[in-house]
């Protein structure tokens, strides 16, 4: 199954649609313009509520939960390394890995590769192809890759207001 996720630009929250490999759109998701921590919600393309994402506020690395029919089914913690980044997805007993600075990873379970994720270059805001495994949740796959997008663009904001003083 491929997927390719592309963010609205002009947005006072976080809007994507996410597209099947005909160009269908098969997902949409909404983030919350008030809150305290990300929170965005997933949709099929029957406005049928999938998951909610949930940032842990209070955590010294970021932390964020994935949330279906009301309950955290999985967990998505960002390691403390020195040079490169490292993610895992407890619940799914997933890992990730790969260059998230060029936005080009993979999650594994075991050794085994369930989803490839490339950033579309060119493109006018946020798109990312996602090549999942047959048999794998869908669903599951793309709130991780929303989570480490949300992530990167935390620390990249972080980084440029730390740089210019703001």
């Not at 955290?72 to 913690?77: Q, R, T």
Request: glycine share 8%; net charge negative; charged share 25%.
């Amino acid at each position: 199954m491929k997927f390719y996720i592309k963010q609205k630009v002009f947005s006072w929250a976080d809007k994507f649609t996410i597209f099947d490999e005909s160009g269908n759109e098969a997902y949409w998701v909404e983030g919350e313009i008030i809150s305290i921590g990300k929170k965005l919600d997933l949709f099929d393309n029957l406005n049928n509520h999938k998951a909610h994402i949930h940032q842990k506020v209070l955590s010294f690395l970021p932390r964020y939960f994935i949330e279906m029919n009301g309950e955290d089914v999985a967990e998505v913690v960002k390691h403390f390394t020195l040079f490169n980044q490292k993610f895992s997805v407890t619940g799914y007993d997933w890992q990730v890995d790969g260059d998230f600075l060029a936005h080009e990873y993979e999650i594994y379970r075991g050794d085994y590769s369930i989803a490839t994720i490339s950033k579309e270059w060119f493109t006018f805001g946020d798109a990312y192809s996602i090549d999942i495994t047959d048999g794998v949740d869908p669903v599951g796959v793309l709130c991780v890759v929303l989570i480490i997008d949300a992530i990167i663009a935390q620390s990249n904001n972080a980084k440029i207001s730390f740089t210019f003083g703001g």
